[in-house]
T-cell receptor
Framework: AQRVTQPEKLLSVFKGAPVELKCNYS??????LFWYVQYSRQRLQLLLR??SRESIKGFTADLNKGETSFHLKKPFAQEEDSAMYYC????????????FGQGTRLTINP | EAGVAQSPRYKIIEKRQSVAFWCNPI?????LYWYQQILGQGPKLLIQ????????DSQLPKDRFSAERLKGVDSTLKIQPAKLEDSAVYLC??????????????FGPGTRLTVL
């Protein structure tokens, strides 16, 4: 069965500190992995996808197939990073529906 | 380009009443999704359309939920009769036609439903 697990519902760090949001997945095959973000009063939007290997707003995520993890990292947190973060997976082809984790609320303290 | 539009933004009803939500996707997007997001959880797919055909409705509670996309553009999601556990945010998303590459989904603002 497809499943995405984000073990932390809440994460609080100080500005300038490193951030790591954890994500583990289970999927029979090779999925595409994503991080979505929802800032206060804004829509859910794509932050990054593993296949593009981009760094967006200083965030990176490495796919570890052995550990079935896709943790999101940023070396120096900024106050504007405070938001709700969702890890998600999708099959690469076919229906391409998204399966989301429960989300982690990240708060950056000044 | 204009984003995904949804209405209403908020709805409060009593249990056993009916409710309908409307979604207008981004122009040219063939695929439309309805997700249900219960408080404290991530979005869960209810139904996916490709043009006016259903691709996946395996998690749609068909005894009370229905959805249509008659002309392959906008869509409505209906709940009849509503239960307390239907209280959630209903998100609509759209993407270009699925195929050999992944197509990004763009989300609407959502409709927050409260069932009393």
């Amino acid at each position: 069965a497809q499943r995405v697990t984000q073990p932390e519902k809440l994460l609080s760090v100080f500005k300038g500190a490193p951030v790591e949001l954890k994500c583990n997945y289970s999927y029979s095959g090779s999925p595409e992995l994503f991080w979505y973000v929802q800032y206060s009063r804004q829509r859910l939007q794509l932050l990054l996808r593993h296949i593009s290997r981009e760094s967006i707003k200083g965030f990176t995520a490495d796919l570890n197939k052995g550990e079935t993890s896709f943790h999101l990292k940023k070396p120096f947190a900024q106050e504007e990073d405070s938001a709700m973060y969702y890890c998600a997976l999708s099959e690469i082809q076919g229906a391409q529906k998204l399966v989301f984790g429960q989300g982690t609320r990240l708060t950056i303290n000044p | 380009e204009a984003g995904v539009a949804q209405s209403p933004r908020y709805k409060i009803i009593e249990k056993r009443q009916s409710v309908a939500f409307w979604c207008n996707p981004i122009s040219g997007h063939a695929t439309l999704y309805w997700y249900q997001q219960i408080l404290g959880q991530g979005p869960k797919l209810l139904i996916q359309f490709q043009n006016n055909g259903v691709v996946d409705d395996s998690q749609l509670p068909k005894d009370r939920f229905s959805a249509e996309r008659l002309k392959g553009v906008d869509s409505t999601l209906k709940i009849q009769p509503a239960k307390l556990e239907d209280s959630a945010v209903y998100l609509c998303a759209s993407s270009r036609r699925g195929g050999l590459i992944y197509n990004e989904q763009f989300f609407g603002p959502g409709t927050r439903l409260t069932v009393l």
